[in-house]
Structures are given as C-alpha cells and as structure tokens.
C-alpha cells in the first residue's frame, strides 16, 4: 500500500467517522428530548424548498428538494429547514414538528426515520468503497 493510497483511504475514513457522528447527533438530541418530556409538537408548513431539482427515476418525473418548515410557538414565528431531501413536497404541504422548548431545537415527526435510513446507506457505501480500494491495495 502506497503512502498516497493509506492517506486517501485515512483521510476518506475521517470524513466517514465524522458524517457519521454529526449525522446522528440531531437524532441523539431528539431522543433524549422526547426521554426527558421536552418535545411539544405543533403543526407546521412547508414555506420554501432548497435546492430542487426535478429527476427522472423510473420513467416519472420526482421533484427533490429540502424542504423549509414554517411554525408558530405562542406568538413567535419558527423555521426549520429539514436535513433530509424528500420527494415531491409542495409549498403549503402540511407536517407534525416536534419542538423541544428548552433547546429550541425542532425536527419533523416523520423525518426522524428518514435521517436514520440516510445516514446508514451512506456510511454503508463509503465503507463498501473503501474496503474494494483496501482489498484492492491487498491483492496488486
């Protein structure tokens, strides 16, 4: 293994570990909300989408993007753009939001899984990129 190839594959590992912990630790912060009985949930709009994109899977046009979610606690207006892209959501598009009241932190109900799929399958292909990159090294 050439020093270039272990620095590539330590420097990509590094970026992985880290994804990954950054990653996780909304939802960490979500469940020690909802354990401690912090979370209030309230209804919330979509508002805006970032980065859209129209993409063509499958035959059928899917309109992608992160969606901005617009909510009221008491008498103060909240935004929370979501971590996580999803697929075909329109603007006035209706979501449960969970609050914590101590943190201010918020997140959608059902998106909870989502980022737990999302960060899995990528962890999931780096580790399989790098270890053909790692196999590969071995066997030339």
Do not use: H
């Amino acid at each position: 293994m050439t020093l270039l190839s272990a620095a590539l594959g330590g420097a990509v590992l590094i970026y992985t570990a880290v994804y990954a912990i950054c990653s996780t630790l909304p939802i960490l912060r979500y469940n020690k909300s909802l354990m401690a009985g912090n979370i209030r949930t309230v209804s919330g709009v979509v508002a805006a989408k970032i980065n859209e994109e129209n993409k063509a899977i499958r035959g059928k046009l899917i309109n992608v993007s992160y969606p901005v979610y617009s909510f009221m606690i008491g008498e103060e207006k909240q935004s929370y753009q979501s971590p996580v892209k999803y697929c075909n959501v329109s603007v006035g598009d209706k979501a449960l939001i969970s609050y914590d009241e101590r943190t201010k932190e918020a997140w959608v109900r059902d998106g909870i899984p989502l980022m737990i799929k999302q960060i899995v399958v990528r962890v999931l292909v780096i580790t399989a990129i790098l270890a053909v990159l790692v196999l590969e090294e071995i066997i030339l």
